[in-house]
C-alpha cells in the first residue's frame, strides 16, 4: 500500500496532540485513517481505547471492512452516530437515569406527530398565513425540528439562528408542543438518541461522569458535518484524557439544516484545540486538472473556508468536463422540464459505448422536483436507472391522473370509473372540493355534453367561471375516452383541452407546479404516441412506476446531499440554473455559501467525465468564450440563467490551462479572469508555467 508524503506526515504523526486533517474529495481520506488507527495500535495505543466514529452506518461498515483487511492485532471501536448514541441510551436507561422509552423508527408516526403539533401550535398563535395543507409548509417544519434537535437551546434561540420567516414563527411553539407530545408517547427518533443523552449529561454532572475520561483516542470522520450535540457529547467523553481527530473538509459542509458549521474545521477548532497539530491532504486521486481547477475556481468565491487548494495528483487520469444544453421550452416552463433531455441521453450512450456501465453514471439534482423530467427522457431511450432518492415520477399527483384517463379510456368491468374519473378531473383541480367528485361522475355518466348550469346545480354556490371550467374538463373526459387510441385521446385531453387551460393558469399567475404539470402533459402525450393500444400504454406507465427496481446495472439518479462520499466515472448535475443552484425556497434566505458547497460536493464526485446540463443562454454562452467567471448584472435568481456557480468554474480557461500542464511545462499563456487561481495552482505543482495576470 503506497501513500503520499503529506499522508506518511499524518499517519506517522504524535499521538499527545489533538489533530486536525482537512482533506479534499479524493483525497484518500479513508484508506490513510485506517493507517493512522493501525499505526496507532501497533505502537502501543490500546485498542479498547481509541474510538473511531463516522457519520452513517455504511461508512461505518466501510471502515470496520477495509480496516478487518489490514490484519491488525486489535480493533478500535467503530461507531456511526446512531449506533454510539443508541448505545449510551441502552446504558443510562439500565442505569434508571434515563427514562425508558421505545426507539420509533415509522417515520409517518413522527410525521403525523409533526402535522398535529404545529396545527395546535397556528391554533394557539392565533390569526397567521401559514397554510397547514402545504407540504412544502410541513417539509420546513419537519426540518426546524430536526435542525432544533442539533443543540440543547431552547426553539426560540434555534429560530433565530436558522434565519426563518418571521410569518413561520409558530414554529417555535411547535416544536414544544411536538416534545411535549413525545413525551407522553415515551418515544425517540434516531435523532433523540443523541439529544436525549447530552441534554441529560449536561443536567446531571455524575451522569458525565459515567462515559468521561474512558478512552484515549477519538477519531471523528467528516468531521465538518458533526454539530453541536455531537460537539458536546465527544468533549465530556474525551475529558482531560483523550485527543480528539477531526478529519474532513469544510469545504464539503453540506448539513447546515443538521446544525453543522464550515466553521468548526478552523475558527472554532482554534478555539476549542489551541495547541493542536494540523495537516493538509491536498491532493486529490480522483478527478485531473481541468476539473481540480474548476472547482477550485468555484469555492474559491466563499469566505468561510480554511485557505487551501485541491491539487490533482500525476498519476489522475484526465477528466472532462462537457456542457449539455436543454431544448428551449416552448411555453415559457423551466429550462429543465425538457422531457427528452437529448445532450443527457446522448452523453450516456456515449459513456456506455466506451465501454462503461450504467452503474458507474450518477445523476445529481439539487432539488427532487428536476428528477420526473429526467425519468420520463430515461424511460423513453431504453436507459435503465435506480431512484436512490427524492420522489419517482410515480408518486406525483399528474402521473396517478394520466393513469388513471388511461384506465377510464381502456374501460371494462373490473375497472373503478368513479374513482378514475375523480383522479383525473381534481389534478388539477379546477376549483372544487374532492367530496363532490362523486356527484360530478354521476353528471359525467348521465348527460350528452356538460353545461354550466349543469354544474352548478351540483355546486350552487360557487362563482360561474368555475361552472364553465368543470363544465368543460367533464366533456374532455368524455371525449378522450370516445377516441379508438392513446393517441387520440391524450391528443383530444391534453392538446385540445388541458395544456389550453395550464396556459391560461399561467398568464394569470406564475406557478411552478402548473409549468411542470404542463412539461410532464407533453412527456406524457409522447409515451402515448408510441402506444398502438390502451393495454401497450398501461404497460408502459407500469414500467415507469416500476423503473427503480431494475438490476444494479443501472443509472443512480441521487440528490447532491446523499452522494457525498460517492465515487462514479461520470456524474452529471442537471438544472444548473439559477432558482435550483442555488436553490430558491419560499420563506428562506438563500445561503449562497452553502449552496456553493454543496455544488463543489456533486461536481468533484467523478473521475473520467462531468456533465452539466444548462439552459440556452446566450449570456454564459458569450462568457464562457471570452473565459469569464463573472455572471452579467440581473441575470441572478431567473431559471432561464446559467448558474452563477458555473461561470464562476471558468471552464474553458480550466481546460486551456490543463491541457499545458507536463512536468517540465514553462512560459507563459494568455490571460484569463482566473489568472490568479490558475498560477497559484501551477505554482503549488512547482512549475515554471505561469498565465498572464494583465486582465
Given at each position: 500500500?503506497?501513500?503520499?508524503?503529506?499522508?506518511?506526515?499524518?499517519?506517522?504523526?504524535?499521538?499527545?496532540?489533538?489533530?486536525?486533517?482537512?482533506?479534499?474529495?479524493?483525497?484518500?481520506?479513508?484508506?490513510?485513517?485506517?493507517?493512522?488507527?493501525?499505526?496507532?495500535?501497533?505502537?502501543?495505543?490500546?485498542?479498547?481505547?481509541?474510538?473511531?466514529?463516522?457519520?452513517?452506518?455504511?461508512?461505518?461498515?466501510?471502515?470496520?471492512?477495509?480496516?478487518?483487511?489490514?490484519?491488525?492485532?486489535?480493533?478500535?471501536?467503530?461507531?456511526?452516530?446512531?449506533?454510539?448514541?443508541?448505545?449510551?441510551?441502552?446504558?443510562?436507561?439500565?442505569?434508571?437515569?434515563?427514562?425508558?422509552?421505545?426507539?420509533?423508527?415509522?417515520?409517518?408516526?413522527?410525521?403525523?406527530?409533526?402535522?398535529?403539533?404545529?396545527?395546535?401550535?397556528?391554533?394557539?398563535?392565533?390569526?397567521?398565513?401559514?397554510?397547514?395543507?402545504?407540504?412544502?409548509?410541513?417539509?420546513?417544519?419537519?426540518?426546524?425540528?430536526?435542525?432544533?434537535?442539533?443543540?440543547?437551546?431552547?426553539?426560540?434561540?434555534?429560530?433565530?439562528?436558522?434565519?426563518?420567516?418571521?410569518?413561520?414563527?409558530?414554529?417555535?411553539?411547535?416544536?414544544?408542543?411536538?416534545?411535549?407530545?413525545?413525551?407522553?408517547?415515551?418515544?425517540?427518533?434516531?435523532?433523540?438518541?443523541?439529544?436525549?443523552?447530552?441534554?441529560?449529561?449536561?443536567?446531571?454532572?455524575?451522569?458525565?461522569?459515567?462515559?468521561?475520561?474512558?478512552?484515549?483516542?477519538?477519531?471523528?470522520?467528516?468531521?465538518?458535518?458533526?454539530?453541536?450535540?455531537?460537539?458536546?457529547?465527544?468533549?465530556?467523553?474525551?475529558?482531560?484524557?483523550?485527543?480528539?481527530?477531526?478529519?474532513?473538509?469544510?469545504?464539503?459542509?453540506?448539513?447546515?439544516?443538521?446544525?453543522?458549521?464550515?466553521?468548526?474545521?478552523?475558527?472554532?477548532?482554534?478555539?476549542?484545540?489551541?495547541?493542536?497539530?494540523?495537516?493538509?491532504?491536498?491532493?486529490?486521486?480522483?478527478?485531473?486538472?481541468?476539473?481540480?481547477?474548476?472547482?477550485?475556481?468555484?469555492?474559491?468565491?466563499?469566505?468561510?473556508?480554511?485557505?487551501?487548494?485541491?491539487?490533482?495528483?500525476?498519476?489522475?487520469?484526465?477528466?472532462?468536463?462537457?456542457?449539455?444544453?436543454?431544448?428551449?421550452?416552448?411555453?415559457?416552463?423551466?429550462?429543465?422540464?425538457?422531457?427528452?433531455?437529448?445532450?443527457?441521453?446522448?452523453?450516456?450512450?456515449?459513456?456506455?459505448?466506451?465501454?462503461?456501465?450504467?452503474?458507474?453514471?450518477?445523476?445529481?439534482?439539487?432539488?427532487?422536483?428536476?428528477?420526473?423530467?429526467?425519468?420520463?427522457?430515461?424511460?423513453?431511450?431504453?436507459?435503465?436507472?435506480?431512484?436512490?432518492?427524492?420522489?419517482?415520477?410515480?408518486?406525483?399527483?399528474?402521473?396517478?391522473?394520466?393513469?388513471?384517463?388511461?384506465?377510464?379510456?381502456?374501460?371494462?368491468?373490473?375497472?373503478?370509473?368513479?374513482?378514475?374519473?375523480?383522479?383525473?378531473?381534481?389534478?388539477?383541480?379546477?376549483g372544487v372540493k374532492t367530496n363532490v367528485a362523486t356527484a360530478f361522475f354521476d353528471l359525467f355518466r348521465n348527460v350528452q355534453t356538460a353545461t354550466p348550469d349543469d354544474v352548478k346545480a351540483v355546486i350552487p354556490n360557487t362563482k360561474p367561471f368555475i361552472h364553465k371550467r368543470v363544465a368543460n374538463k367533464i366533456n374532455a373526459i368524455k371525449?378522450?375516452?370516445?377516441?379508438?387510441?392513446?393517441?387520440?385521446?391524450?391528443?383530444?385531453?391534453?392538446?385540445?383541452?388541458?395544456?389550453?387551460?395550464?396556459?391560461?393558469?399561467?398568464?394569470?399567475?406564475?406557478?411552478?407546479?402548473?409549468?411542470?404539470?404542463?412539461?410532464?402533459?407533453?412527456?406524457?402525450?409522447?409515451?402515448?404516441?408510441?402506444?398502438?393500444?390502451?393495454?401497450?400504454?398501461?404497460?408502459?406507465?407500469?414500467?415507469?412506476?416500476?423503473?427503480?427496481?431494475?438490476?444494479?446495472?443501472?443509472?443512480?439518479?441521487?440528490?447532491?446531499?446523499?452522494?457525498?462520499?460517492?465515487?462514479?466515472?461520470?456524474?452529471?448535475?442537471?438544472?444548473?440554473?439559477?432558482?435550483?443552484?442555488?436553490?430558491?425556497?419560499?420563506?428562506?434566505?438563500?445561503d449562497i455559501q452553502a449552496e456553493r458547497r454543496l455544488f463543489y460536493v456533486a461536481i468533484t464526485r467523478p473521475t473520467k467525465k462531468l456533465l452539466l446540463l444548462l439552459p440556452k443562454d446566450k449570456a454564459y454562452q458569450k462568457a464562457y468564450e471570452k473565459e469569464s467567471s463573472q455572471p452579467p448584472d440581473g441575470s441572478l435568481e431567473e431559471?432561464?440563467?446559467?448558474?452563477?456557480?458555473?461561470?464562476?468554474?471558468?471552464?474553458?480557461?480550466?481546460?486551456?490551462?490543463?491541457?499545458?500542464?507536463?512536468?517540465?511545462?514553462?512560459?507563459?499563456?494568455?490571460?484569463?479572469?482566473?489568472?490568479?487561481?490558475?498560477?497559484?495552482?501551477?505554482?503549488?505543482?512547482?512549475?515554471?508555467?505561469?498565465?498572464?495576470?494583465?486582465?
Amino acid at each position: 500500500m503506497d501513500f503520499s508524503d503529506e499522508q506518511l506526515e499524518f499517519i506517522g504523526a504524535p499521538f499527545d496532540k489533538s489533530t486536525l486533517v482537512i482533506a479534499p474529495p479524493g483525497s484518500g481520506k479513508s484508506m490513510t485513517t485506517r493507517a493512522r488507527v493501525a499505526y496507532m495500535i501497533m505502537s502501543g495505543v490500546p485498542a479498547e481505547s481509541i474510538l473511531v466514529t463516522m457519520f452513517n452506518k455504511p461508512a461505518a461498515k466501510e471502515f470496520r471492512h477495509d480496516y478487518n483487511k489490514l490484519n491488525v492485532e486489535g480493533t478500535p471501536t467503530i461507531r456511526h452516530y446512531h449506533s454510539l448514541g443508541y448505545k449510551l441510551c441502552e446504558g443510562f436507561m439500565k442505569k434508571g437515569v434515563l427514562p425508558t422509552w421505545k426507539l420509533e423508527v415509522r417515520e409517518f408516526i413522527w410525521q403525523k406527530l409533526a402535522v398535529d403539533a404545529l396545527r395546535k401550535a397556528i391554533a394557539e398563535f392565533g390569526s397567521t398565513d401559514i397554510d397547514i395543507y402545504d407540504s412544502s409548509v410541513i417539509d420546513s417544519f419537519t426540518s426546524f425540528l430536526d435542525y432544533c434537535k442539533s443543540d440543547t437551546q431552547p426553539s426560540s434561540v434555534m429560530f433565530e439562528r436558522l434565519g426563518l420567516s418571521s410569518h413561520l414563527a409558530p414554529f417555535k411553539l411547535g416544536f414544544d408542543i411536538f416534545e411535549q407530545t413525545r413525551a407522553h408517547n415515551q418515544m425517540r427518533s434516531f435523532n433523540d438518541l443523541l439529544y436525549d443523552v447530552v441534554r441529560l449529561i449536561k443536567q446531571d454532572s455524575r451522569c458525565s461522569n459515567l462515559i468521561a475520561n474512558r478512552l484515549d483516542q477519538i477519531i471523528i470522520d467528516e468531521y465538518q458535518d458533526i454539530n453541536p450535540i455531537v460537539q458536546d457529547l465527544f468533549t465530556i467523553m474525551a475529558g482531560e484524557r483523550a485527543k480528539t481527530t477531526g478529519i474532513g473538509d469544510d469545504d464539503q459542509t453540506i448539513f447546515e439544516w443538521r446544525g453543522s458549521n464550515p466553521l468548526v474545521m478552523s475558527e472554532h477548532w482554534d478555539h476549542k484545540y489551541p495547541d493542536s497539530q494540523k495537516f493538509t491532504l491536498k491532493t486529490t486521486f480522483r478527478y485531473g486538472h481541468s476539473l481540480a481547477m474548476a472547482a477550485n475556481n468555484c469555492i474559491f468565491n466563499n469566505s468561510k473556508r480554511a485557505m487551501k487548494m485541491c491539487l490533482s495528483a500525476p498519476s489522475t487520469p484526465k477528466t472532462e468536463i462537457n456542457i449539455g444544453y436543454y431544448a428551449p421550452p416552448s411555453f415559457g416552463a423551466e429550462p429543465y422540464t425538457d422531457t427528452k433531455q437529448v445532450a443527457l441521453v446522448d452523453s450516456i450512450r456515449m459513456f456506455i459505448s466506451e465501454g462503461n456501465a450504467y452503474s458507474d453514471i450518477a445523476i445529481l439534482p439539487r432539488l427532487y422536483q428536476v428528477s420526473p423530467f429526467i425519468e420520463l427522457a430515461l424511460f423513453r431511450a431504453g436507459i435503465p436507472y435506480q431512484l436512490s432518492s427524492g420522489k419517482s415520477i410515480s408518486t406525483l399527483p399528474a402521473f396517478s391522473a394520466f393513469e388513471a384517463l388511461a384506465n377510464l379510456c381502456k374501460g371494462g368491468s373490473e375497472i373503478d370509473a368513479a374513482g378514475l374519473f375523480s383522479k383525473v378531473l381534481m389534478t388539477p383541480n379546477p376549483g372544487v372540493k374532492t367530496n363532490v367528485a362523486t356527484a360530478f361522475f354521476d353528471l359525467f355518466r348521465n348527460v350528452q355534453t356538460a353545461t354550466p348550469d349543469d354544474v352548478k346545480a351540483v355546486i350552487p354556490n360557487t362563482k360561474p367561471f368555475i361552472h364553465k371550467r368543470v363544465a368543460n374538463k367533464i366533456n374532455a373526459i368524455k371525449e378522450s375516452i370516445e377516441k379508438a387510441t392513446p393517441s387520440e385521446a391524450f391528443h383530444a385531453y391534453i392538446n385540445d383541452y388541458l395544456i389550453e387551460e395550464l396556459e391560461k393558469s399561467l398568464s394569470q399567475k406564475q406557478s411552478r407546479s402548473t409549468s411542470h404539470t404542463m412539461a410532464l402533459a407533453h412527456g406524457f402525450f409522447d409515451l402515448a404516441r408510441q402506444a398502438p393500444t390502451f393495454d401497450n400504454l398501461l404497460t408502459s406507465l407500469e414500467s415507469l412506476k416500476a423503473e427503480s427496481n431494475k438490476s444494479n446495472n443501472a443509472v443512480r439518479i441521487m440528490s447532491q446531499h446523499m452522494a457525498k462520499g460517492i465515487t462514479v466515472g461520470m456524474a452529471v448535475i442537471p438544472a444548473c440554473c439559477e432558482t435550483i443552484s442555488p436553490a430558491t425556497v419560499s420563506g428562506k434566505t438563500t445561503d449562497i455559501q452553502a449552496e456553493r458547497r454543496l455544488f463543489y460536493v456533486a461536481i468533484t464526485r467523478p473521475t473520467k467525465k462531468l456533465l452539466l446540463l444548462l439552459p440556452k443562454d446566450k449570456a454564459y454562452q458569450k462568457a464562457y468564450e471570452k473565459e469569464s467567471s463573472q455572471p452579467p448584472d440581473g441575470s441572478l435568481e431567473e431559471s432561464e440563467s446559467t448558474s452563477r456557480f458555473v461561470y464562476e468554474m471558468n471552464i474553458k480557461g480550466s481546460l486551456r490551462v490543463a491541457k499545458e500542464i507536463h512536468p517540465d511545462a514553462a512560459g507563459h499563456l494568455p490571460t484569463t479572469s482566473s489568472a490568479k487561481n490558475f498560477n497559484q495552482y501551477l505554482s503549488s505543482l512547482n512549475l515554471f508555467l505561469r498565465v498572464k495576470n494583465d486582465a
